[in-house]
């Protein structure tokens, strides 16, 4: 970081860049102020979107590519079929509420009561961090859907879904949203934090392959949103790790 920041105070002693700044001092100043180190806004922030979106086009050229061939396609109904030829009503009952633990309609009003909370506690980069989960999330699926225009295994499924397949909203939800509230549990306790991971990340397996199990989604399905959920899990918990460093250091 030392040395990028040595380069961008280099390229702006230049002459161009003096022109520059001459020519458009506002855009002059927003591109400054994106690439200034010292503050996370700058460019530690600018670095994280540029890498964040990086990834989500090579995940968009892998989902497409993966989506589309032959051996993903035989193994997502092969296993489709195979859930369906095992399933049991109870069991199945009992997944088709847990799954709901995945689903929008539940996780907006505990994100609702978090929000209150954190606010409460002037713990806003906290807010931050779950609204960034939660929008990247909610959109990211929304526009994938619409995308990929996949549908549902209506053949095999326990119950009809109006929706589009690809990738599984509630996998990206249980990833993002409650990989997060996890992280800040275990952040803030000193003990059992291997019970704490443990539970998390049996938690959020448990909520795709309850989906699975329901055969409401292909496994290429859950797995695209596992994938696309921790991208938005890795923004969040990146912001607010950088965040808190220099809350601490203007402490200090």
């Given at each position: 970081m030392h040395r990028?920041?040595?380069?961008?105070?280099?390229?702006?002693?230049?002459?161009i860049a003096k022109w520059f700044t001459a020519k458009y001092p506002?855009?002059?100043?927003?591109i400054s102020n994106r690439l200034?180190?010292?503050?996370?806004?700058g460019l530690p922030l600018t670095f994280l979107i540029i890498v964040f979106v990086a990834n989500l086009f090579l995940f968009n050229e892998i989902?497409?590519?993966?989506?589309?061939?032959?051996?993903?396609?035989?193994?997502d109904n092969s296993f489709a079929k195979y859930l369906f030829n095992i399933?049991?009503?109870?069991?199945?009952?009992s997944f088709f509420y847990f799954s709901k633990f995945g689903s929008y309609q539940f996780i907006m009003p505990i994100a609702l009561v978090l929000i209150s909370l954190f606010i409460f506690q002037k713990r806003f980069i906290y807010v931050i961090s779950l609204l960034i989960a939660l929008t990247g999330t909610g959109l990211t699926s929304l526009l994938s859907k619409i995308y990929f225009h996949r549908v549902r295994p209506v053949d095999f499924s326990f119950y009809n879904e109006s929706s589009y397949s690809f990738p599984s909203g509630h996998a990206m939800y249980a990833v993002a949203f409650y990989g997060l509230l996890f992280y800040i549990i275990i952040m803030h306790t000193k003990k059992y934090q291997l019970l704490w991971t443990t539970v998390s990340i049996a938690f959020i397996l448990l909520i795709g392959f309850s989906?699975?199990?329901?055969?409401?989604?292909?496994?290429?399905?859950?797995?695209?949103?596992?994938?696309?959920?921790?991208?938005?899990?890795?923004?969040?918990i990146s912001i607010l790790e950088l965040k808190i460093k220099d809350y601490k250091k203007t402490e200090s």
């Open positions: 990028l920041t040595a380069i961008i105070e280099k390229l702006q002693k230049a002459a506002r855009l002059s100043q927003f200034f180190a010292k503050k996370f806004s989902a497409e590519s993966i989506e589309n061939a032959e051996w993903m396609l035989a193994i399933r049991n009503t109870m069991l199945a009952n989906r699975l199990y329901l055969v409401v989604h292909f496994l290429s399905d859950v797995f695209a949103g596992y994938s696309l959920g921790f991208l938005w899990l890795l923004l969040s």
